[in-house]
């Protein structure tokens, strides 16, 4: 029997004659290799599971300690093929020995002092001036990290969750959304992003001037027009673009929600991830209709019900 | 890991701390990918031998892409290059271990493999402890007990109660669940390997 057999390998407990025929097994489908080898995998996987042990946190701090004094010669080195090379040019001017010295022990990289901003508040919005005068909102439960002063060729920041922009215009200086799988590059302009709109997708809606999304490598995906909203699946790298009402669905910002052109259930399913509730409807006779529904949060779930089933007239409860 | 971002744009403008922070937090799945293909001690080389290179060449590292993936993929790049370095140096007790081994190696590319990628590519704990809550009572005692605890089944059974072999289904049938569960979306498997054959 094959799952005998498999975890007896596992256990490092099989005999010879026991591995061949697991061998032989494994030779007469791919399917069979897959099945075994991602068992092997998840129990293995044991030992990658940090649990606060000390032998474990001795393993990592002898293995660093080792990576570092690697790389500590490694620097040395570098340093000393420096000094050589100025103290064969000395006879020449001091300016030259100079120069040969930036290029060997100058940092690759301007320092740029980066300011991450969390918004951890649970009922409202934050807005942002970034250094260049643009606006961000940012949404409750979501991250922007940017710089103090733009200072390269592209102004960049990077954003996790949800978060509305107005960016001033400046062709010299695109401005590029890291968003958490996908690129967003912007002129001047106003537009949403939303890094978890739902699993593994990333939503832009633009409301005014022009962006142009790429995939995380910069290749250039699709330009947007304003009220078009793009959905941008990061597994499977597609791209799916529709026309909405852009003001209305990023009037969040306001401290209102906002959906337009949506299924009851959707809906409801919104109420319910806001309010932290269950409700009770029939949704039946509703099924194939659509609707455009905003509320304002603060207001409170009974509010948010009572004009829901004003809307449908069909009576909507949260569950108790 | 969202953090990561953050960290490697300090190491490319040359923070060791950051970088020494990197290499903390992605240590043990990372070495534990490596387990899979060589043994411990080739594991731990091969992990700072990537890292070490992260390092000399950070200037090449960009903030957008998973860093995981990136280390995933070095090693696994790394260690074929050592197994087939190995293939007359390496002593297995049979010669069918060796192949079956060998059969494993192309299963092991995180990139093409939806579990080993879903495995490996977020955290490991949560994984897998998540997975594990969702086994049913009995088959999650054993299954702590054995894969987390590392006990023997024989150590299992007479603690349980239960026959040897009965323990064992309880591993396997865990085993194949928690498969289930990280190799969730089935048709985007087929779509990447598919792309590939």
């Known amino acids: 029997m094959q799952e005998e057999l498999i975890y007896k390998y596992l256990s490092g407990e099989t005999s010879a004659g026991e591995e061949r025929e697991l061998l032989k097994w494994l030779k007469e489908s791919p399917e069979n290799q897959a099945y075994f080898f991602e068992i092997k995998a998840i129990w293995n996987a044991r030992e990658g599971m940090v649990c606060n042990d000390v032998e474990k946190e001795k393993l990592l701090a002898t293995s660093l300690n080792r990576l570092n004094q690697s790389i500590d010669q490694y620097e040395r080195k570098k340093k000393s093929i420096s000094r050589k090379t100025i103290g064969i040019w000395s006879g020449v001017a001091a300016a030259v020995a100079l120069l040969l010295g930036f290029f060997f022990l100058t940092p690759e990289y301007k320092q740029a002092d980066y300011i991450t901003h969390l918004n951890n508040y649970t009922d409202s919005v934050e807005m942002i001036t970034l250094a260049d005068g643009s606006q961000i909102w940012l949404r409750e439960n979501s991250k922007l990290t940017y710089p103090k002063n733009f200072t390269g060729e592209y102004r960049e920041v990077h954003l996790e969750g949800e978060a509305f922009f107005h960016i001033k215009t400046n062709p010299k200086h695109p401005f590029i959304v890291h968003a958490d799988g996908e690129l967003v590059r912007v002129l001047g302009t106003s537009f949403n992003v939303n890094t978890r709109f739902r699993d593994d997708i990333i939503e832009t809606i633009l409301v005014k001037g022009s962006i142009e999304l790429q995939s995380p490598n910069g290749e250039p995906l699709r330009i947007l027009q304003p009220d078009q909203r793009a959905l941008y699946s990061r597994n499977a790298k597609t791209l799916e673009v529709n026309e909405v009402d852009a003001n209305i669905m990023t009037s969040w910002r306001y401290g209102l929600i906002s959906l337009s052109d949506v299924s009851i259930r959707t809906i409801l399913q919104c109420l319910e991830d806001t309010y932290n509730v269950v409700i009770q409807m029939d949704t039946i006779p509703l099924k194939n209709r659509r609707y455009n529904f905003s509320f304002k949060r603060s207001k409170g779930i009974s509010e948010a019900l009572e004009q829901l089933t004003f809307m449908t007239g069909v009576a909507a409860e949260v569950n108790r | ?197």
């Open chain 2, 1 to 197: 890991m969202r953090e990561d971002t953050h960290w490697i744009i300090k190491v490319k403008q040359g923070d060791r701390e950051a970088f020494n922070k990197l290499y903390k937090e992605h240590y043990f799945p990372v070495r534990s990918y490596a387990m899979l293909l060589l043994s411990a001690n080739e594991a731990d080389d091969v992990v700072q031998d990537v890292f070490f290179n992260v390092w000399v060449h950070r200037e090449r590292l960009n903030p957008e892409l998973s860093f995981r993936s990136y280390l995933l993929r070095s090693v696994y790049n790394t260690s074929l290059n050592i197994i087939k370095h190995n293939k007359y140096t390496t002593d297995y007790a049979s010669s069918y271990k060796k192949e079956i081994e060998d059969l494993g190696y192309q299963h092991y590319d995180p990139d093409k493999n939806e579990v080993i990628h879903r495995l490996y590519n977020q955290d490991l704990y949560i994984q897998i402890h998540t997975a594990i809550e969702s086994l049913s009572p009995k088959c999650q005692e054993v299954f702590r007990l054995s894969y987390l605890e590392e006990m023997p089944s024989k150590e299992i059974s007479v603690r349980l109660g239960i026959s040897v072999s009965t323990v064992e289904n309880h591993i396997h049938s865990a085993l194949k669940q928690l498969r289930k569960k990280l190799e969730s979306c089935k048709g985007l498997f087929l779509l990447l390997f598919s792309n590939f054959l």
